[in-house]
């Protein structure tokens, strides 16, 4: 099925934990703290050039959007580039959370067996 037939652009794993860390931010979600959302919550470590290259594509495909805030003294001067999931972003991640339900979908007892018995979280 191609990209139209779709609706919307598949989403990787990281870009998929990306947008799920902006939107648990909220609006005026950053770098810094999408990396430490990234670790605290998912256990995943990502630099944070590989942080803003994500978030960078993500908006070159209108999912998130970005603005530069005011200069802060904290950081020398500097602003912070913030960011906030699009509508288009939204969409991607309910599709991609619906079709992943999917697959899971009857799976619960066939891990289990799979896994020894198990009891899988």
Avoid: C
């Avoid at 870009?15 to 990234?38: C, F, I, N, T």
């Avoid at 050039?49 to 530069?68: A, D, F, H, N, P």
């Avoid at 959370?97 to 799976?107: C, F, N, P, V, Y």
């Amino acid at each position: 099925m191609n990209k139209a037939a779709e609706g919307t652009e598949r989403l990787g794993e990281f870009e998929q934990l990306a947008l799920l860390a902006v939107m648990r931010l909220g609006e005026d979600a950053y770098g810094a703290q999408v990396q430490e959302e990234l670790e605290a919550v998912a256990g995943r470590e990502a630099s944070i050039s590989q942080i803003y290259i994500t978030l960078m594509r993500l908006e070159s495909k209108g999912m998130v959007s970005s603005w530069m805030g005011p200069p802060e003294p904290v950081r020398g001067g500097k602003a912070r580039r913030h960011f906030r999931v699009e509508p288009a972003g939204a969409l991607a991640l309910n599709e991609a959370r619906t079709k992943l339900l999917a697959m899971w979908d009857g799976l619960e007892g066939a891990l289990e067996a799979a896994a020894g018995g198990a009891v899988v979280d």
